[in-house]
């Protein structure tokens, strides 16, 4: 298995129009963290579109798979809202060494995910089933749970799409190509364009020379990992708004 993660073949989804309305500018000043704009008839506000693929669709290109979940899902300290990335981190490496079962699910956060509100639009949106996520790829799942411990959904958010996350960042003009703590990071294995991205993650530091370190969910080898990527492999982050 080499340092690319598991190459999803990602089935067309019907995007969702994203609704620009209260966007937040780019370079505001953030006192407090706002909702960004979303397209979701969900009354939370600030849902948003991260990895994984369409609820119908799971497409492994894997040589092994763990057979077990050998870590359970750390109940993260009460935090302070807004939070700091440093507290996003915190809870993303609390996930470290959690792992799928031989099917690609029984992570927490596939069972958190298909238990919110969320998971009923998204599926209805790229025509799958809440059920379907059980087993789906869950890199997405993964960061949105994390932003959800950290009382961040409305600027981190919830989805299990990565193409339709980076435009929703984008259309709030919290998209950019400078890797920061705490970031949300797009990965493409095949291209850099935002239609091709494959994977997504967080960003835990830039090396300085070429290369990031991050924290992921649904790597090579169906765990919550650190990982250093090429940033070569970037198409773009991401930026949640955070205190201070």
Known sequence: MTMHDRRRTLVPAKLACLALGAAVTAGAAFAATP????????????????????ANARAHAVNARPQVVNK???RPATVA????????????????GVTENAEGGGTPFQHWYMSSPRAAETAARDGGTIASYA??????MFVSWVGEQAGMRSTVGWDAYTITYAKWFQ????????????????????GK?????????IVEKDNGDGTI????????????EQRVRPTSQVVGYGYPAYQG
């Open 171 to 190: 259309a709030n003009k919290h998209w950019g190509d400078t890797p920061k703590p705490g970031a949300v990071v797009f990965f493409s294995w095949h």
């Open 81 to 96: 809202r807004p939070a700091t990335a440093d507290t996003l981190l915190k809870i993303a490496k609390s996930q470290i």
């Open 72 to 74: 359970p899902a750390q």
């Open 135 to 140: 087993n789906a790829p869950w890199c997405a």
């Open 35 to 54: 909702a960004f704009a979303d397209s979701s008839s969900s009354a939370h506000a600030g849902t948003v579109s991260v990895h994984a693929q369409p």
């Open 213 to 224: 370190s991050t924290v992921e969910g649904n790597t090579g080898n169906g765990k919550v």
């Open 193 to 201: 364009s935002v239609d091709s991205i494959d994977h997504v993650g």
